[in-house]
């Protein structure tokens, strides 16, 4: 099954060049019935293309399936949750986590955290949906901020969780400079127009020795090679189509040094008995071939 998506429809579109070398030259890849993506010849970035406007893309979050999206999230907010935890693990956040708790004052743990209060690590979880993750990372002693744009869920977030979320796209934010320890995009990325603006403005707001976290579909993996159009993130919304050559390769030309790249997912539930589903899983996750993948960056000199 596909994950959620917009439904396709007729839209304003440019051909853009690509967005990771900038090059012009593209062959078409998948067809998904209705639209399709293109993969760059010189790099390799995998893109819908031509692209729809911003405008529209930010209207298809933002307003028209708004609380649509908000009960879909709603539905699968604790299994999305349970990933995006073991995610992070596999990424390494929780022994950054360690160590930015231990460097906190003396006499300022956990306990005394809260909005204000100017102790504990900063965390911005970008595309922060209901804030389910975010209100964990809080209990844990972070600061946490979230930037969602799709109004339902920002306000879910903060009303049931108490959370501080902006509405506002990344960069409208004007967040200060080295203001945070950890920015999180968690199937972010390949939704937005422009994705080197959000690794650029992820980098000039982390702190000199903050971590970027960037989960996203991985088109080098065996379930995208095995379905081609039919992969369940080959969807409308997902403007690109990072694998694991072109995710390292966009963080590394916007400042980022690669610290950990792990693919995870060898086979979606459902598609094959579970003892087999394990044993994919298992070598998808040692080989590097999963189906998502997480990377940790840390800001290049
Ligand atoms: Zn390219």
Redesign the pocket.
């Given at each position: 099954m596909k994950t959620w998506s917009t439904p396709v429809a007729p839209q304003r579109a440019n051909c853009i060049p690509?967005?990771?070398?900038?090059?012009g030259r593209f062959r078409p890849c998948l067809f998904c019935g209705g639209f399709s993506y293109v993969k760059?010849?010189?790099?390799?970035?995998v893109q819908i293309n031509p692209q729809p406007e911003a405008e529209e893309v930010r209207r298809r979050y933002g307003e028209a399936y708004g609380e649509d999206y908000l009960a879909y999230e709603l539905a699968n907010e604790a299994a999305y949750l349970r990933l995006q935890e073991l995610a992070l693990r596999d990424a390494g956040f929780y022994g950054l986590e360690q160590e930015l708790l231990k460097r906190g004052p003396p006499g300022q743990g956990r306990q005394e955290q809260g909005p204000g209060k100017e102790t504990g690590p900063s965390v911005l979880d970008i595309g922060c949906a209901t804030g389910a993750l975010l209100a964990r990372l809080k209990g844990r002693g972070w600061r946490a901020f979230g930037v969602e744009i799709s109004a339902p869920q920002a306000e879910y977030a903060r009303r049931e969780r108490k959370l501080e979320i902006s509405t506002e796209p990344l960069e409208a934010n004007h967040f200060p400079g080295e203001s945070f320890d950890a920015v999180l995009a968690s199937h972010l990325i390949e939704h937005l127009n422009r994705p080197e603006i959000l690794v650029q403005e992820a980098r000039r707001i982390l702190k000199e020795n903050g971590r970027f976290f960037v989960t996203t579909p991985n088109i080098a993996g065996f379930q995208s090679r095995l379905f081609r159009g039919k992969w369940r993130s080959a969807i409308f919304d997902h403007l690109y189509l990072f694998s694991v050559k072109t995710l390292p390769a966009l963080l590394a030309r916007n400042g980022f040094r690669l610290e950990s790249l792990v693919t995870w997912g060898g086979l979606a539930a459902g598609i094959a008995p579970p003892p087999l589903k394990k044993i994919a899983d298992r070598a998808a996750k040692c080989f590097g071939f999963g189906d998502v993948m997480i990377a940790r960056a840390a800001k290049a000199g």
């Open positions: 690509c967005a990771l070398c900038g090059g760059c010849l010189s790099c390799g970035l």
